[in-house]
Structure formats: structure tokens, C-alpha cells
């Protein structure tokens, strides 16, 4: 990734910001000219915390806790006016598109220092490597989850299982939403949703995906063939400092989804790669808690087939396994 390409976000993020202030300041003088007692409250309080200020810096503690009294009385006269008048605290306040950052792309740590919020880390990762490809999400949801789009009626013989497409998904679903409750636990499993195309496992995905994003972590989402390409480009390329931070977006999403493996053209080099996204991820060697979600047409069984027995061995023993079945539904009517 560039720095002009982190620049402009920057840029971006720095305009979202001054957007949200200048939109609270024009709001709150409306307020005040409507009640202009509340513009009094304020000046005051503002007055109150320059003169805290200062005898915090002149070591004069005396005046701290009448200071702080009377600016606590301040601001709950300022809450009882909101509320008589019935506007939300929140109203005067900023409305940032992430409250974690306050539109600056930086969170301070305990330790003073800076570190990228994951609302910038995603915008990077959807630049890098995502595109379209959770273009959906507005629609793709655990809200608009259907299940009446699969059959109902049991077919051994055909699904070789013994219960029907409609209870299966429903429980995969479950499993689903209970995944994503889970994700901050280590010991709780990868996924692995395996089965035809048109059944699902995209469509879930993104429902998961959708919830991560609500939670504050980042998520890349890859098809198998671009991911590896990319990786493999970069690295053979020479490139040093993209091919780096290339292995640590993919190593350090908090989700990686990776759609249509098996799709994929392999060589030792893939091979090699694939292992080493699989392995670094389970074991957390990247020091932080990551989960992985591998989508693919493949059974187990054929996935230690066409690939080599350490990446099978890894998938089996860490990854939950849940397989779709039933009749394509996207050409149903949702």
C-alpha cells in the first residue's frame, strides 16, 4: 500500500471530521438561540475548566473539588434543560462515522501511543484486496436471512442426509451468529462451509462479515485464486515493503474469508503460501486472536486429496466443518 493512498484516506477522514464539528457548532448555536440560557451554561463551564486547568499547573489543589462542584451542577442544570425540552445529550454532539476514532483514522492507547483504527486498517484492506466483493453487505444479513428458500421435505437419497435443506441451513445459521458471540475466544473454532454453489455459503459469509465490521475488526474477503495470485505477485515481483504488508493484511485480519478454494491452480509456491496463511492464523503467531472462515465446493476427503496432508490435517483438526446442501436458490425470489 502506498502512502498517497494512505495520504488521501487521510485527507478523507480529516474532511468526515470537520464535516460532523461544523454540523454539531451550526446545531448548537440554533440551540442556543433558542434557549440561551444553555449558551450561558457552557460558557460557563468553559471558564471553569481553564481555571482547573490553571491550578492544576500552579499545584493549587484548594479550589479542584469546588471547581469540579460547580461544574458538575452546570452540567446537570444543561441535562435537565435537554431533557424538558426533549433533546438527546448526544444531539450537540459530533456525529462521527466512527466513534472509536472520531474521524482522525488513530486511537490513543493507554501507553500514549497512536495506533490505526480498524475503521482505516478496513478501508486499506477493501483497497487492497476486498473490491466488490462485500458490496452486498447492505443486503446480505442475518436480518434478511431466508430460510423458507430451501426445501422442507427430507431426501436421504438425494442430500444423503437425514434431515431437510431448510433445517440444515437453520442450523447453520445458528452456528453462524454463535461463531461470531465467540470471536474473541481462542479456543473456539475456524469454519469451514463446504458444498455446491447457490446454497449459501457466500451468503452467510457476508452475514458474518457484516456483524465483525459492527464489532470494530477488520475483515478481508478473498476468492482463493485472487488472494494467492496476489501474494505470489507481489513476492516475485521484488517489491519489498508491498510484499510485506501484503503477508500482514492477510495474516493479521481479524477475519479472513477466503471463497472458492479449490478453484484455485496450484504449484508449490501456492501450496506454500496457503499452509502458511492456515497455520500462521490457527496458531495466533501474528500475537493477536484471528479467525479464518474457507469456503469451497471441496468435501474434506477431497480437500486432503488435492492438497497436501499438513494443510488437510490443519482444516479437519481447527476448523468446524458445515456442509450446504439442497437445490440452488438464487434464482428463487428472496
Known amino acids: 500500500m502506498s502512502n498517497d493512498v494512505l495520504n488521501n484516506l487521510l485527507k478523507e477522514y480529516e474532511q468526515k471530521k470537520m464535516k460532523a464539528e461544523i454540523e454539531a457548532e451550526n446545531k448548537k448555536e440554533i440551540l442556543y438561540d433558542k434557549i440561551p ?22 499545584k493549587n489543589n484548594e479550589s479542584l473539588s469546588d471547581f469540579s462542584s460547580k461544574m458538575q451542577s452546570l452540567k446537570q442544570e ?36 497512536s495506533e490505526m483504527c480498524s475503521c482505516l486498517k478496513q478501508k486499506l484492506l477493501d483497497i487492497s484486496f476486498n473490491k466488490s466483493n462485500m458490496s452486498n453487505l447492505n443486503v446480505e444479513n442475518f436480518a434478511n436471512f431466508n430460510e423458507n428458500l430451501f426445501s422442507d421435505e427430507p431426501n436421504a437419497s438425494k442430500y444423503k442426509f437425514n434431515i431437510s435443506p431448510r433445517e440444515k441451513i437453520k442450523k447453520i445459521r445458528d ?6 458471540k465467540n470471536f474473541d475466544n481462542p479456543d473456539y473454532k475456524n469454519l469451514l462451509f463446504t458444498g455446491n454453489t447457490g ?54 485480519a481479524d477475519l479472513l474469508i477466503i471463497d472458492d478454494l479449490g478453484t484455485e491452480s496450484l504449484n508449490s509456491m501456492k501450496l506454500s503460501e496457503l499452509f502458511t496463511i492456515i497455520n500462521t492464523r490457527i496458531l495466533n503467531l501474528n500475537h493477536k486472536i484471528t479467525k479464518t472462515i474457507i469456503s469451497t465446493n471441496l468435501n474434506i476427503n477431497e480437500i486432503f486429496s488435492k492438497y497436501e496432508e499438513r494443510i488437510g490435517s490443519r482444516i479437519a483438526g481447527y476448523y468446524d466443518i458445515y456442509c450446504f446442501f439442497g437445490d440452488d436458490i438464487r434464482f428463487k425470489n428472496r
Not at 79 to 106: A, F, H, M, Q
Open 37 to 58: 440560557r444553555l449558551r450561558k451554561i457552557d460558557n460557563e463551564i468553559n471558564s471553569y475548566a481553564i481555571l482547573v486547568t490553571k491550578n492544576i499547573l500552579n
Open 199 to 252: 446454497l449459501g455459503k457466500t451468503f452467510l459469509s457476508n452475514c458474518i462479515a457484516n456483524e465483525v465490521l459492527k464489532m470494530g475488526k477488520t475483515v478481508l474477503y478473498q476468492t482463493a485464486p485472487v488472494l494467492l495470485e496476489n501474494i505470489i505477485d507481489f513476492k516475485l515481483s521484488k517489491q519489498k515493503y508491498n510484499s510485506e504488508n501484503i503477508n500482514k493484511s492477510v495474516l493479521e
Open 175 to 180: 452456528k453462524s451468529i454463535e461463531f461470531v
Open 78 to 113: 444543561k441535562e435537565n434543560i435537554l431533557r424538558e425540552n426533549n433533546i438527546d445529550v448526544s444531539y450537540l454532539k459530533p456525529s462521527y462515522s466512527c466513534n472509536l476514532c472520531n474521524d482522525t483514522g488513530y486511537i490513543q492507547k493507554d501507553n500514549y501511543r
